[in-house]
């Protein structure tokens, strides 16, 4: 039986050329398929344990491959069953690996697996196990190592222009919330041009220098609250660079005293909801400030500042510049939350200075240690009295915070239609 005949073609999408698909056509007829996305490199994140299938990327590393190589995650890949066991979907992975080594550099490429923990199937596998011969490997982590011609970045352009346009349209916004998501996603935009070795970085900085001088301005407001006294409690969890916390009223979890009391599961024990990821800024003059970005928050209403002071705390712990907010994702009441902290509580450089790093209080009126010491104690005793465990009364608290979160989040999307 004769070999079917099939072409490859190939392509980069997205701004900055993150995203690369590869289609398979019998005739007219696509067949197959694969798409690949970059990531984070094991050198951007703060610990390399936060990379995918970590274990194997630390081998790669001990045997020379480069920490600082994209990091390239298969999301999808298909092929008609009728072009199984013929060397073609063998190929098509060979083609795009090579075409993202080719423009990209070195690079790191695994299936999705090591991202979500499922997502591969037992046919894809297959493949990942029989092409482990023809790269250096360990598991299912690849590693290329061809080096890219040097060449300009060509999204530098489409990136100048959007940060000019979103400062100019700032400029014009008189409305508070708007004014701000239009100055962040300005300061976005100049972020990737000054991290990049290409064109406009000085057009870059003076455009972020201008939209900080925005934000300055919209910042004069009265101070936040002051820190909670310690009839609050706090739960943590993940690891530093993905973290999650949970403020909830230790006043009224020391009252209940039956398991099936409604407060452990309404939400009325929660005061409070935040998700941060790692990131880095980078200033106009080029360095990078490690800070977490705050992905998602909801809280009951005045518990948004303590909220957040806890969490700059934590990120201060964790070896970070503070926190700062994805602008662009964040509702109308994060916001107007963010613009009431103070200029001192910002992070200042020596020759610039980063907008939306906040700083954790000088002197807080609880600690951060004090307040997990605190929580820890009581969640103990009172899964004790309980008849439960510990990390079940934990869990259960914590749940609720992620429900009333959602609760929290859809009702101040209500409010700002």
Known sequence: MSQPTVKYRGRFSGVTKDVYKLLVYEGKKRVGGILLIQGLSPYSRKDINNSPCPDDVKALIARGADPKASMWTVDKAFLDEHLHNK???????????????????????????????????????????SLRS???????????????????????DVHIHRAEEQLA??????????????????????????????????????IHREALKLRDAMTKRKNPAKVPDAGTGLIIRGDPGMRMMVLFDAGMLRDIDDWDDDRLYDGSLILGFLDMHDSTLVTPIGRGLPAYEVHSAAAKDGWGPPLYDFASMLAHDDDMQGIHPMVLENTKAVMTMWSKFPKARQKKESKSKIGFILKPPKKPVVSLKDIKSSSNVLIKQKAAELGWRAAELRTQIFDSGLRLFEDLYREQKRKER
């Open 87 to 129: 060397g073609i979907g063998k190929e098509m992975y060979r083609r795009a690996f090579a075409a993202i080594a080719k423009k990209k550099g070195p690079i790191f490429v695994h299936p999705t697996y090591c991202t979500i923990g499922s997502g591969t199937s037992k046919a894809a596998l297959r493949v990942w196990k």
């Open 134 to 156: 023809e790269y250096i490997s360990s598991g299912d982590v690849f590693f290329l190592s061809d080096a890219p011609t040097k060449r300009k970045n060509p999204s530098a």
């Open 169 to 206: 349209r700032a400029k014009e916004t008189k409305e508070p919330v708007r004014r701000a998501q239009r100055i962040g996603a300005a300061m976005q935009e100049a972020y990737w041009v000054m991290s990049d070795d290409g064109p406009h970085r000085k057009r870059a900085a003076r």
